[in-house]
């Protein structure tokens, strides 16, 4: 395993990094004052669109997407240290470069099993930051952890799907940007295979029977920039069998492909956030006085940015090796260690900004450092893609059957 950057990795890198410096760093504090002055909260600040029109300009445009008739074409590997960039403004750089969740699950989702019209209607103006999108399978009924759970009916009546359900958390939906929903609901509500009663159809969010009913808060933030997490009830909303994606059947396979990439790319952002989070530390640590001596001469300080680093310098070489195993053998193939760092990154990074925090006193909860919303974004990724119990059972399922 060699993790060195090639040429282009750090070519993008050196852009990426000096875009941060000159416009997204400085974007931070003005668009919270333009959002202040929006007709609506999840209306986009100008701001945010300038710096989409120069991540394009400068070749910093989805980068995520490996499939080079359509993105950037880089492995996981070559992704993996820009992601972790994007990290450190989690609510600024990604949308700025098109490579925001939910958006980057569902172009995946469309570039590998959407047909040609399906691709040119929703994939070609998400590929172009004209529109946003949503992924609709978290419902308030039933424990979501387990997909097969999903109550959401999608019936067929002749030519039609009419979908009858209740989502909610569902990402993106609330920025009136957003003009398609990937839903998953079952087609086959009594197949003997519990995972092939699953389906995903495209719906329009103009649909008549969808209602975007409220947006849904994250330890108390409503997280605009994302586009918010919505509660949307599916009332017999009609759509064309041609909205189907793939094949009847076929929703819950889709949603594993779907998800794997989605992991990765949330630990090498949540690591960035770790260093946006010591940084702030360190700075912190040198420019405070405590009982007559900077905190950084506290030896509890020392503790914490030692174990901070020490933390980070582990999980970046998982990830790291992660991507590299997605590349070489597959998704499938890197099963152990997509969910090793599921599980490790979120809540050493939760632990990291916790202390961070816990340095800046006062201001670490207010909203004059970004340090509680990231501790939010972080700790929210332990329930996420799958809860930390549930890829725990599966990993340790696995590491059982070498044994039996």
Known sequence: MDFAFDARTEELRGKLLAFMDEYVYPAEALAEEQRAALASPWDTPAVVEELKAEA??????????????????L????????AEITGRSPQLAPTALNCAAPDTGNME?????????????????????EIRSAFAMTEPEVASSDATNITTH????????????RKWYISGAMNPDCKIFIVMGKTDPEGADIRRQQSMVLVPRDTPGVTVKRAMQVFGYEDHYHGGHAEVIFDDARVPVTN???????????????????????????????ERAIELMCR?????TAFGKALGQQGVVHNWIADARVTVEQLRLLVLKTAWKMDTVGNRGAHTEIQAIKIATPRAVVDIIDRAIQLHGAGGVSQDFPLAELYAGARTLMIADGPDEVHQRSLARHELKKYL
């Open 109 to 129: 989702v469309l570039t590998q099993f959407g047909d040609e019209q399906q691709k040119k209607q929703w994939l070609e103006p998400l590929l172009a930051g």
């Open 75 to 82: 492995t996981n590997l070559q992704y993996a240290p820009l």
């Open 284 to 288: 912190r640590a040198v420019s405070r």
């Open 56 to 73: 394009r300009r400068q070749g910093l445009w989805n980068l995520f997407l490996p499939d080079a008739e359509y993105g950037a074409g």
């Open 244 to 274: 189907l994606i793939g094949e009847e059947g076929g929703g819950f396979a889709i949603a594993q492909a779907r998800l794997g990439p989605g992991r990765i790319h949330h630990c090498m952002r949540l690591i960035g956030m770790a």
């Open 154 to 165: 999608i019936r067929r009546e002749g030519d039609e799907y009419v979908i009858t359900g």
